[in-house]
């Protein structure tokens, strides 16, 4: 809807008559954004340890080394898609499936139906909840969209890919690798033109396009490959980090980056006998240092107590003794009773700013740990408002 004062101011000219309006211009008003706009909510298709992830609409991008889960995790996004229950930490925000479509350029055909018929599926079946509902690779799939197209040239992979969006209407795409749509990855007119095209087909079909690219060589998680991984980097509404613990057999994901909601904890997982990914804690490796030497193991509240706990307020700080495994700890209960007062709800933004000016903790970050652990110990638990809104709501005890 044009915006009636733009198109008066934009018609009248110097004289005071009417004069036409450029078709661009006009164009260019069909995009503003005025306080009566109506916009529509974010739709997030999956949760993730609870928090909103992969919206509608919008890219998002799973990076990291060579044969490090990054089609692991993919599997599981593949199955939470249809499975009754939580694949790990992953599932969907609404109680219908949702259609997937993957689209591998990677593998080899063979090693594509390994993945559905043994990982996937199988994934599905171990969610289900009775045992005696029979899943197989025959089983009806048709929500499940998997494609292999290495065979195909770099252009025709881009075509067929955008048909195949527009014709089966997918809610989630993942491509795995993007890298393959695109002649030279450190074309910055090509990888431009690329994202620009994905960023379209996710807003015109209304689905999440997750693109799977490698991390450079450093390793570093924001560190994507080519000057795609840099085009990525700056478009995707959030981006996933896989790799391998250190000296273990432990595969964990890490969401890097995200525009909205900050998922911190790590999800940590083994693969098992049947080739199975499966829940572990996270393994008690000694980190080390910029310079390559081993740092302290201790526990973290031994690490930060000299330097953290005094700078807190002591009003919300329970001190369990020098002999405790854990010198001290937060009063969740009654941080986030006084930071909610009577209120049966609050909004994300104004818990924070409200437990953080409580507790004086001053990095975000940081809170984000505390308010998981009052997730995670049923102090607090997030919900939609009648607005579709998310908000914090206390657990009744």
Known sequence: MKSDLLQEELTRGESGTAESVSPLVAKLDGYRIMSDTVVPEEDFLMKMFGRPCFPRGDLSAITGA????????????????????????????????????????????????????????????HTESTES?????????????????????????????????????????????????????NEADECIQLIERLMQLAATYNCNISV??????????????????????????????CKQVEETDVLMVE???TRKYKIAEELYYIIDDQGLPQLTEKPNVQGRDKQ???????????????????????????????????????????????AMGSRAEMGLEDLRREVMRLSHIEQPKYYDKVFRMAIDRRVVQTTMDRMKRVVVIPVCS
């Open 212 to 241: 799977v690219i490698h991390l450079n060589r450093s390793g570093e998680k924001r560190s994507l490959r080519g000057w795609l991984g840099t085009e990525i980097l700056h478009k995707a509404f959030e981006v996933y980090c």
């Open 292 to 338: 390559g030497r081993y740092q302290s193991n201790k526990p973290e509240a031994y690490q930060v107590l000299e330097e953290k706990v005094r700078s807190f307020c002591q009003d919300y700080i329970i001190h369990n003794g020098p002999g405790a495994r854990l010198p001290w700890e937060w009063d969740l209960k009654r941080l986030f009773s006084d």
């Open 133 to 185: 509902t029979e899943i197989s690779g025959h089983t009806d799939d048709t929500d499940l969209l998997v494609f292999n197209v290495r065979a195909l040239t770099w252009q025709e992979r881009m075509e067929c890919l955008a048909e195949g969006i527009k014709a089966y209407k997918p809610d989630i795409v993942i491509v795995d690798n993007v890298c393959d749509l695109i002649s030279n990855i």
């Open 255 to 257: 969401q890097a980056l």
């Open 66 to 125: 060579e044969k490090c889960g990054k089609t692991v995790f993919t599997s599981m996004i593949m199955a939470a898609t249809a499975a009754k229950g939580k694949v790990l930490e992953l599932e969907r925000s609404r109680e219908e499936r949702l259609r997937v479509m993957w689209y591998d350029t990677e593998q080899c055909r063979t090693l594509t139906k390994g993945i559905i018929t043994q990982r996937v599926m199988q994934m599905i079946r």
